[in-house]
């Protein structure tokens, strides 16, 4: 198992500060990425181009940002993982709508390169991100990271809305469904890392 798959700041690991969790998840992640970010996903997930993606895909999101995402969210970064924080995310800015959501999963399928492309059930669990962050309180593409910094998750976590027992909820309903699926059963706290 490669270092970036053994990453995950659990839900109940909720003290650690959000400066902590982030340099530990980016220490972790150094060998996730084999160099630079394709151009499509860029066009499709960063602020740079928002002229092109935040009309039609909201939610992007500066690398930062992302990884932080991750952090409140109790997510590592592995397929699954990576899929959910991309859709709760968009879910977030209370724009995304159902046909968005597919066009979004058709064009990752069909134009990412595959490293990078979900499979069906990544799909179904963007989706589910996408519905989860619609109840979030807080348009998580814009959060500012330097003011939750050296704040515990936990606090933040409050403060952004973020409904911990939804998530704990929804990660149970992932590891139900894809029980072969190690972040899935993670998320759920089913298996410890």
């Not at 939610?59 to 993982?81: E, F, N, Q, S, Y």
């Not at 962050?133 to 050296?150: A, H, K, P, Y």
Request: glycine share 6%; net charge negative; charged share 25%.
């Amino acid at each position: 198992m490669k270092k970036y798959q053994k990453w995950h700041l659990p839900l109940e690991q909720d003290s650690t500060l959000v400066g902590d969790a982030l340099k530990e998840l980016q220490e972790h992640g150094s060998d996730s990425i084999d160099g630079d970010i394709p151009l499509i996903i860029r066009m499709m997930e960063n602020p740079q181009f928002g002229w092109l993606n935040d009309d039609l895909f909201p939610g992007a999101a500066c690398l930062v940002t992302h990884d932080v995402i991750h952090v409140l969210l109790g997510r590592g970064m592995m397929p699954k993982d990576e899929a959910f924080v991309i859709g709760y995310t968009m879910g977030s800015t209370k724009r995304m709508t159902n046909w968005r959501t597919k066009l979004f999963c058709w064009i990752n399928q069909s134009f990412y390169p595959s490293y990078y492309r979900f499979s069906d059930e990544e799909a179904r669990v963007f989706e589910w991100g996408v519905a989860c962050g619609r109840n979030c309180e807080t348009d998580l593409s814009r959060l500012f990271v330097d003011d939750i910094i050296d704040k515990p998750v936990r606090l933040v976590r409050k403060a952004l809305g973020i409904d911990i027992e939804m998530l704990q909820w929804q990660y149970q309903i992932e590891a139900e469904m894809y029980p072969h699926s190690h972040e899935s059963a993670r998320s759920a706290g089913m298996v410890h890392v």
